[in-house]
Every structure is written in C-alpha cells, then in structure tokens.
C-alpha cells in the first residue's frame, strides 16, 4: 500500500515539474510577436493541468494521511495511484503540446517525463489491476 501511495506523489510531482517547465516556456516562448502566455487557450490549458494535479495531490495526501494514522486504506491508495497516474499522462502531454516541436526532442526534459510517465501506469500494479483490486476491497465483487 504505501508503494502505491508513493507511485501517486511521483507520478504528481512530475506533472508539478512539467507544469513548471511549461509555464515557463510559455512566458519566454514568442509568437506573432506575442509571448505563448497571451494566448487564452495556452492559459486555460495551463489552469486544466494545475486542476488535475493539485486534485491529485490533495487526495494522495489525504490517502497518505489516514494510511500514517493507521486506517486501512488499500482502496483508497489504489483509486490515487489511479488518479495521480490519468493527471500525470495527461499533463506531461499537453505539456509536450504546449512546448510544441521542442517538447518532441530527445533533449528536451518534458519528452523524457512524457516517456517516462507511462509505465507509472504499471509499475506498482497496473492500472486495470488498481481498478480490480479497489473493486474487491470495496465490496463492489459481491451479490446483493
């Protein structure tokens, strides 16, 4: 259980970096004369990918918090490994999007997240299994 809660904070933390690494990019980035960040579709974007990881971390954090007072919480690690997984995948690409041509090359960190964000969707359990898994220990298996 806490491998899965700690695969959560990573799998957050890195879309915290990707974020961060974005919104910079989006600041000094020009085009048409005009720095990314004028754009009301880069910043709607970026609001979308804080909302998904800070949804994120504040329930991983809550999960962390009751597994630390000692409530069992194996479900509930599951559905934020989950969750921290789908907001880290899809921050980490739109990510890559925002950075344009440049967030596709080898040599640029936000492509080495968006590889690299894509087995923490495996290990420590895959997500179909997560999913299966939070289904028996909610009961969700079980007849009426």
Same mark, same amino acid.
């Given at each position: 259980m806490p491998e899965r809660i700690i695969m959560a904070v990573h799998a957050y933390s890195v879309a915290q970096r990707c974020l961060d690494l974005t919104l910079s990019?989006?600041?000094d980035r020009s085009t048409? =004369?005009?720095? *990314?960040?004028?754009?009301? #579709?880069? !910043? @709607?974007k970026l609001v979308?990918?804080?909302? !998904?990881? &800070? $949804?994120?971390r504040t329930y991983t !954090? $809550? #999960?962390?918090? !009751? @597994?630390?007072? %000692?409530?069992? #919480?194996a479900g509930e690690a599951c559905l934020a490994k989950n969750a921290a997984v789908e907001a880290g995948k899809y921050v980490v690409d739109e990510?890559?999007? *925002? @950075?344009g041509g440049t967030g596709y090359m080898r040599e640029s &960190? #936000?492509?080495r997240h968006y590889r690299d964000m894509r087995? *923490? %969707?495996? =290990? =420590?359990g895959a997500t179909e299994v997560m999913t299966d898994l939070a289904a028996k220990?909610? =009961?969700?298996d079980r007849l009426p």
């Amino acid at each position: 259980m806490p491998e899965r809660i700690i695969m959560a904070v990573h799998a957050y933390s890195v879309a915290q970096r990707c974020l961060d690494l974005t919104l910079s990019y989006v600041r000094d980035r020009s085009t048409f =004369g005009k720095p *990314l960040i004028t754009r009301q #579709v880069v !910043r @709607h974007k970026l609001v979308q990918m804080r909302q !998904r990881i &800070e $949804l994120a971390r504040t329930y991983t !954090r $809550l #999960v962390a918090a !009751r @597994h630390a007072a %000692g409530s069992f #919480v194996a479900g509930e690690a599951c559905l934020a490994k989950n969750a921290a997984v789908e907001a880290g995948k899809y921050v980490v690409d739109e990510a890559v999007q *925002l @950075h344009g041509g440049t967030g596709y090359m080898r040599e640029s &960190e #936000v492509e080495r997240h968006y590889r690299d964000m894509r087995i *923490l %969707g495996i =290990g =420590g359990g895959a997500t179909e299994v997560m999913t299966d898994l939070a289904a028996k220990l909610f =009961g969700y298996d079980r007849l009426p």
